[in-house]
């Protein structure tokens, strides 16, 4: 969505008073972005805080440091190093996860088995057994027992999950 659209879809709506001008609307729009460039520019990050702006039901958008780094250029091959900035991170609020991915999928409280699969990076994450089906991978089971869950139930891997005792070996109850 371009400037002019979101300024045109804000004018269509039928919320605003009948005098509301496309040209105010646009000032409006204008001056809403200015006031948050404006306070993350001037905004200091230390090391107890950071600058944030939070919007309820859309998300928080936070300002931080990111590190100088190494890196090399991959035509020349020559070692760079990349300065310190600052940049600006996005949160999206659970209402606007919900409302991208098409509400919400499942009544996590209830019936959700967990499993443990390792990511892309390597790194462990926990998903749920349908998540690990509809990816056609089997469950760790290496991984569960160097976490000291290979005899657990699955609804017990979860914090706040209900603890079913019931629950056969493969925790589908």
Not at 18 to 34: Q, Y
Not at 99 to 105: F, I, L, T, V, W
Not at 145 to 173: C, I, K, N, Q, Y
Request: net charge positive; hydrophobic share 35%; glycine share 6%.
């Amino acid at each position: 969505m371009t400037k002019a659209e979101l300024i045109d879809r804000i004018f269509r709506s039928r919320e605003l008073p009948a005098d509301v001008t496309k040209k105010s609307v646009a000032r409006i729009v204008d001056m809403v972005f200015d006031e948050l460039a404006t306070y993350f520019a001037r905004a200091k990050v230390t090391r107890s805080s950071q600058p944030r702006f939070s919007y309820p039901g859309f998300g928080t958008f936070v300002k931080k440091k990111r590190a100088a780094r190494r890196c090399v250029h991959p035509k020349t091959l020559e070692p760079l190093t990349i300065q310190a900035t600052y940049v600006v991170d996005f949160k999206p609020a659970r209402r606007l996860r919900e409302a991208m991915n098409g509400g919400s999928k499942r009544n996590r409280a209830a019936g959700s088995v967990a499993s443990v699969r390792r990511g892309s990076s390597g790194g462990r994450r926990l998903t749920t057994r349908e998540e690990a089906e509809a990816w056609d991978e089997p469950v760790d089971t290496e991984l569960l027992a160097e976490l000291g869950l290979a005899d657990a139930p699955f609804s017990r891997v979860r914090r706040g999950m209900p603890r079913h005792d019931d629950d056969t070996e493969h925790g589908t109850g």
